[in-house]
């Protein structure tokens, strides 16, 4: 290495270690600002989460002080007459149900039970000690948690004129105070229980992806990068009206412009950093390089003295170091001029005993077919000596590499021998699996329903097309009684093995449930909780269930995560279902879902599918797309015939001719079915 650059080095070491200092000290600096700030986050919202529960807790007194002004409301409670309290507070508008100011009302006493107006607690309402407090005049205000799904703010009040100490409580969602806290900071707000459960959010979608770097029941600040975007997380623990710990309260706030601003400034700071510090040494180098540049030149004077080359001249001459090397290379230069007279006689004496041994030498590599590069030597004849040790030091190295050459292809060959095995045996097995692969295809086929239901008062066509031997699409239909037409199609996350074992769970599960549970939402919620109280593997599956009436054509359904299907009236109208917002099954225990209806007119059909019709692609990287779909709908319920086997058979074959040779990308799945009345 020369001296220059280890000169270079050492400079660039001595800066990059500064550097790293101020930075080290930088970033201490920022961290305790961090932890500066992180603690007084975590104040500012300890005190909006108060306010937000002051809020709710003003809301709930005023709801109570209608309810002790209503008419006979106190005569009811004092009768212990829940039909009376009811209807008292209907006339007062404080009614508790969906969509009422109201979610539960509540008259406890310590002799009687409580009696409860609204959705009915899976615990104790009040504590024992907080009862006995409430009953002594005590305002008891504040967070409960009544069950995994069920989290109010409560607020009590002491009824007066009662013969024996009454206790009114009112309630409301805590999404409430979940809503005024995620307004106050601008964030999406996250309740979750002492076990780390999901209690209630104002984004289940955003809190999905950010549980898994959660730490619960514990104060937490810090930023999480998800989807692209930058949040700011702080969390906080949380005390019921008791003052116990009720869990932990998660905020996440986007503030992605400013860590990007943030980290622009960083990378601009760190590049200019880095640009003076290679100038700074680039421009040590060009010095050091002039300086030294009459110090290289008397080394290469050296060096080619050296190497027997007499015929260099160093020109530099002066009083310093260098000039002093330059007089010491002179002296050296007379030398080696002598000694390469002496050592031109001995060359062309050794050039006469190569021509002989290059000869010999060229003939045993021919004859083993390995041809060597010997090399040639131009001496003369003037000397006859021979050098017998030359010659066999010469002969030794040809027939070890001979030697290496042999050995080396004898293990290529035996390598290539192994690896044309191993190939053989990879083949048989890939073979095997092929074969498994394809019966397995055809036994997921084979338990799908192929026969149109025996009954004139509907017509149904199914079709599917997995993207792979097998798939995870699947659909479905029978006979709930002699009146209901259960059907499903549905769409199991991942392809391939998993999906379709997952596809077959599903399905068996969901016909055996059908049978003995009618209503759609229990249906579905029965299923859900089965499928995700052991989903290791964390799969779901999105599918849309509906049970026809075919009597009256009255069409009940739940839509859980799936693509809504097209409603396709008799005089050509095209519309889709609307959506009941239920997620896909399997995800979380415990979810309710919500159904919708629809009344089917005689010659209506609905046309269902899966996101491998609308997800198709063609060569050109362009996606098929609802607005197509439904183009084509149209087109084909304005035709002469579109029964339900047309009706699937033109929508495929439109599909197939966007994808114009395009490889498959996803399942495609389609079932289509006519109502044609009682």
Avoid at 412 to 430: D, F, P, S
Avoid at 459 to 469: D, F, M, Y
Wanted: one cysteine or more; glycine letters at 8%; hydrophobic letters at 45%.
């Amino acid at each position: 290495m020369l001296l220059r650059t280890r000169i270079t080095l050492m400079a660039a070491a001595g800066l990059l270690l500064t550097a790293l200092g101020l930075g080290s000290a930088g970033l201490l600096r920022e961290q305790l600002l961090l932890q500066r700030l992180a603690v007084t986050t975590q104040a500012a919202q300890t005190a909006l989460w108060a306010e937000a529960l002051a809020a709710e807790d003003q809301t709930l007194d005023q709801y109570a002080d209608r309810l002790v002004l209503a008419p006979h409301f106190l005569q009811a409670v004092r009768r212990a007459d829940p039909a009376a309290i009811s209807q008292a507070m209907a006339q007062a508008g404080l009614k508790p149900g969906p969509g009422q100011p109201l979610d539960l009302v509540a008259v406890l006493s310590l002799g009687r039970s409580p009696m409860v107006q609204g959705a009915v607690p899976q615990r104790a309402l009040l504590d024992a000690d907080s009862l006995e407090r409430a009953v002594a005049g005590d305002v008891m205000d504040g967070l409960r948690v009544l069950g995994a799904d069920q989290v109010l703010v409560i607020s009590t009040r002491r009824l007066p004129d009662q013969s024996e100490p009454a206790v009114l409580a009112l309630a409301r969602d805590a999404h409430h105070a979940l809503q005024h806290m995620a307004q106050r900071t601008a964030s999406v707000a996250t309740l979750l229980d002492l076990r780390g459960n999901l209690l209630a959010t104002t984004d289940a979608e955003l809190w999905r992806a950010a549980a898994r770097h959660v730490v619960q029941r514990a104060a937490q600040h810090g930023e999480l990068e998800l989807d692209g975007k930058t949040y700011t997380l702080s969390s906080m623990p949380v005390n019921d009206l008791a003052g116990h710990a009720a869990g932990t309260l998660i905020t996440l706030a986007d503030h992605t412009q400013d860590a990007a601003a943030s980290r622009f400034l960083g990378r601009l700071a760190l590049g200019a950093i880095a640009a003076l510090l290679l100038a700074v040494l680039l421009g040590l180098n060009f010095y050091l390089r002039r300086s030294l540049r009459p110090l290289e030149r008397s080394i290469d004077v050296l060096q080619a003295l050296a190497q027997g080359d007499a015929s260099v001249r160093l020109s530099y001459a002066g009083n310093d170091e260098i000039g002093r090397i330059a007089r010491a290379v002179a002296a050296f230069r007379r030398n080696a001029q002598e000694l390469a007279a002496a050592r031109a006689l001995r060359e062309r004496v050794r050039r006469r005993q190569e021509r002989l041994l290059r000869t010999k030498l060229q003939s045993l590599a021919e004859a083993t077919h390995q041809p060597l590069a010997l090399q040639a030597g131009d001496g003369d004849e003037d000397s006859d000596e021979d050098s017998d040790e030359e010659q066999l030091r010469q002969l030794a190295g040809v027939m070890n590499e001979l030697s290496g050459r042999l050995i080396d292809q004898h293990q290529r060959l035996t390598g290539m021998v192994q690896e044309l095995r191993e190939a053989l045996v990879t083949k048989n097995r890939l073979a095997g699996l092929e074969q498994e692969l394809q019966i397995a295809a055809q036994v997921q086929l084979s338990i799908l329903p192929r026969q149109q239901p025996q009954d004139a008062r509907v017509q149904l066509h199914c079709h599917i097309t997995p993207a792979r031997e097998v798939g995870g699409d699947f659909y479905d239909y029978f006979f709930i009684d002699d009146a209901h037409l259960g059907f499903v199609i549905a769409d199991v996350s991942g392809k391939g093995v998993p999906a379709a074992l997952f596809m077959t769970i599903t399905r068996t599960l969901l016909k055996a449930t059908a049978q003995f549970i009618a209503e759609p939402t229990k249906c579905l919620g029965q299923l859900n909780d089965l499928l995700a109280a052991e989903n290791e593997q964390m799969m779901f599956v999105t599918l849309f269930y509906g049970v026809l009436n075919l009597e009256s054509g009255q069409l009940r359904y739940v839509n859980a995560g799936h693509n809504p299907p097209y409603l396709l009236r008799a005089d050509g109208g095209v519309a889709l279902l609307p959506r009941t917002g239920g997620m896909a099954v399997a995800v979380s225990e415990g979810f309710p879902y919500r159904a919708g209806s629809v009344e089917l007119g005689i010659g209506d059909q609905l046309f269902l599918y899966t996101d491998g019709v609308t997800e198709a692609f063609d060569p050109d990287g362009r996606e098929y797309g609802e607005p197509r779909l439904e183009q084509v709908l149209c087109t084909l319920m304005a035709g002469p015939e579109h029964a339900p086997a047309q009706l699937a058979a033109g929508v495929l074959a439109d599909v197939h001719a966007f994808e114009r040779g395009a490889p498959q990308a996803d399942d495609i799945t389609c079932v289509a079915l006519r109502y044609m009345g009682s």
